[in-house]
């Protein structure tokens, strides 16, 4: 069983467009998390949501917008995509406690914006 | 605010040939200190970590000690394999907070 999924695996969309990547985890981790990773593989948290609530939001273009339904989804909605949005978007999972800091990564999204 | 250095790549290795990665880090407090592993095409793994000082990590023949006094976790493997080839990420998460903050990664390739 794949404990942190999100889908689609890829992406390619025009600019302008409206999407969204989903993410779900079967590990019942309280926080969830939204990274981009870009082309030099650095990477930048965006979000993170503990039992459906918002707890990190970075300087992020409000075009982004996470949605949490229940602690086990965090899916991410881009309004508008610019070109400058393609990367590998990656959402996690982790428990608190003595194990923050240990996160489960899905297999990342790869969005290209032409 | 925290942040993590890590020595930039590619780390081009003949196989069996030993490894380090060098990582410091600046933040306030006690910081837990990870590497994480990301192989092509998938997402970050945990590699180990240590969260307080002279805590030695290790996983996988990988090993990394918590040096508060150089405020470094370097990564080191004994002998390497083709296996191993991947990108490797320095991280850090404060004792009062949530946010992993990453290093910008290692990519290392393991010749044969």
């Known amino acids: 069983d794949t404990a942190v999924s999100q889908t689609p695996k890829y992406l390619v969309t025009q600019m302008g467009n409206d999407k969204s990547i989903k993410c779900e985890q079967n590990?019942?981790?309280?926080?969830m998390y939204w990274y981009k990773q870009d082309s030099k593989k650095f990477l930048k948290i965006m979000f993170s949501?503990?039992?459906?609530?918002?707890?990190i939001n970075e300087t992020v273009p409000n075009r982004f917008s996470p949605k949490s339904p229940d602690k086990a989804h965090l899916n991410l909605h881009i309004n508008s995509l610019e070109l400058g949005d393609s990367a590998v978007y990656f959402c996690?999972?982790?428990?608190?406690?003595?194990?923050?800091?240990?996160?489960?990564f899905g297999n990342g999204t790869r969005l290209t914006v032409t | 605010g925290d942040s993590v250095t890590q020595m930039e790549g590619p780390v081009t290795l003949s196989e069996e040939a030993f490894l380090t990665i060098n990582c410091t880090y600046t933040?306030?407090?006690?910081?837990?200190l990870f590497w994480y592993v990301q192989y092509p095409g998938e997402g970050l793994q945990l590699l180990l970590k240590?969260?307080?000082?002279?805590d030695k990590g290790s996983n996988k023949g990988f090993e990394a000690t918590y040096r508060k006094e150089t405020t470094s976790f370097h990564l080191e493997k004994g002998s390497v394999q083709v296996s191993d080839s991947a990108v490797y990420f320095c991280?850090?998460?404060?004792?009062?907070?949530?946010?992993?903050?990453f290093g910008g990664g290692t990519r290392v390739l393991v010749k044969p």
């Open positions: 996690a999972s982790s428990q608190g406690g003595n194990e923050k800091g240990t996160l489960h």
């Open positions: 590990l019942g981790h309280d926080t």
């Open positions: 949501y503990n039992n459906k609530e918002l707890i």
């Open positions: 933040a306030t407090g006690y910081p837990s």
């Open positions: 240590a969260t307080k000082a002279d």
């Open positions: 991280a850090l998460v404060k004792a009062a907070g949530n946010k992993l903050t």
